[in-house]
């Protein structure tokens, strides 16, 4: 059974940093893009970013230039490191992999539980 873990999230000032982290554990053939989503109350879950296996990566315009997405293949675990913190970015933000369990199988998204961010004075 595959498991994504998150940690690192919690409250913090405008313009302060934060780093998140999401492990994956389990069984499986191979990981593919992994990423991070978040949601705000009352809005739709939104793409922050995302990396490739190969170290590609794509950012929302609303953080570029503030995170970064990195992954470490060795641990099966993505990273976001947040800087400069604004109140806007206070959601909860959600860990996403494709993950391929099997040769003989496509790939499938997988979730973690979830991880809050507060940015608040």
């Known amino acids: 059974q595959v498991q994504l873990v998150e940690s690192g999230g919690g409250s913090v000032q405008p313009g302060g940093s934060l780093r998140l982290s999401c492990t994956v554990s389990?069984?499986?053939?191979?990981?593919?893009?992994m990423g991070w989503y978040r949601q705000a109350p009352g809005k739709q879950r939104e793409l922050v970013a995302g990396?490739?296996?190969?170290?590609?990566?794509h950012y929302a315009d609303s953080v570029k230039g503030r995170f970064t997405i990195s992954r470490d293949n060795a641990k099966n675990t993505v990273y976001l490191q947040m800087n400069s913190l604004k109140p806007e970015d206070t959601a909860v933000y959600y860990c996403?992999?494709?993950?391929?369990?099997?040769?003989?199988?496509?790939?499938?998204?997988?979730w973690g539980q979830g991880t809050q961010v507060t940015v608040s004075s």
């Open positions: 996403n992999t494709k993950i391929r369990r099997d040769i003989r199988v496509y790939e499938s998204d997988y």
């Open positions: 389990g069984r499986f053939y191979s990981i593919g893009v």
């Open positions: 990396i490739s296996s190969g170290g590609t990566t």
